[in-house]
């Protein structure tokens, strides 16, 4: 049964299977404050609901065979930082390189998203979501053959640069349900300084986790009063 809404680790996103869902026959979910409910059947029947309990299968429709393969859940009702990073780009003068860019995104298809990014992990916790596999490498690359390693480094042209990655971005995310709202951040670093990044970056990503806690805690503690 899924009973989250008192979790502060609630996760972002969460696919449920149809025998992990309340209920006997007919079945329910709960879909906590700050999310949208989702169904999804076999046949792509999408199904959206309000915060709250919700009958996503009446004994009727279970009854009628329109159980097979149904998926339920929840998906943000709001925009959601999203990172995603590259390896091994060779810059203009033939410096290896990495990336890093931080966006700001909101679900446009429901469905898709679900059926791309929640259903295949059961769930997306909350925090900066990784979404690397939609960032095409050789796109990315092809930007930064342009330019200097040391330009790209220190982020001298990162008002153009934005421009031309959110355009690489844009259909990448579309595939997976997402509209780009904003490209908040771009960084590039040289290659052989990787574990230093990823160390801060680890670092980063833990902070960004407590601060989704430190949300959730004083949304429940308002509730509570």
């Known amino acids: 049964m899924n009973n989250l809404t008192n979790s502060p680790n609630l996760p972002l996103a969460r696919a449920f299977t149809l025998k992990q869902l309340a209920g006997w026959l007919g079945k329910s979910l709960e879909v906590p404050p700050g999310r949208q409910g989702i169904?999804?059947?076999?046949?792509g029947r999408v199904r959206l609901f309000p915060p709250g309990r919700q009958s996503v299968l009446s004994a009727f429709e279970r009854l009628g065979g329109h159980g097979a393969g149904l998926r339920a859940g929840y998906i943000p009702a709001q925009g959601f930082q999203a990172g995603l990073?590259?390896?091994?780009?060779?810059?203009?003068?033939?410096?290896?390189?990495?990336?890093?860019?931080?966006?700001?995104?909101e679900i446009t298809?429901?469905?898709r998203f679900f059926a791309e990014l929640v259903i295949p992990q059961g769930q997306v916790h909350a925090g900066l979501?990784?979404?690397?596999?939609?960032?095409?490498?050789?796109?990315?690359?092809?930007?930064?053959?342009r330019y200097a390693a040391s330009?790209?480094?220190?982020?001298?042209?990162t008002s153009r640069l934005a421009a031309e990655l959110s355009t690489v971005l844009?259909?990448?995310?579309?595939?997976?349900g997402l509209r780009l709202l904003a490209l908040q951040w771009i960084a590039f670093w040289r290659a052989d300084q990787r574990v230093e990044i990823a160390a801060k970056a680890q670092a980063l990503e833990e902070r960004l986790k407590e601060l989704e806690l430190d949300k959730e805690m004083a949304e429940l503690e308002r509730k509570a009063r």
Do not use: F, Q
């Open 39 to 43: 169904s999804l059947n076999a046949s």
């Open 85 to 105: 990073k590259t390896s091994n780009l060779l810059s203009g003068d033939n410096e290896l390189l990495d990336a890093s860019l931080l966006c700001l995104v």
């Open 109 to 111: 298809d429901p469905a």
């Open 129 to 145: 979501i990784d979404l690397s596999g939609a960032l095409s490498a050789e796109a990315v690359g092809a930007l930064a053959s």
């Open 151 to 157: 330009d790209l480094v220190r982020g001298l042209p």
């Open 170 to 176: 844009e259909p990448a995310l579309a595939a997976l």
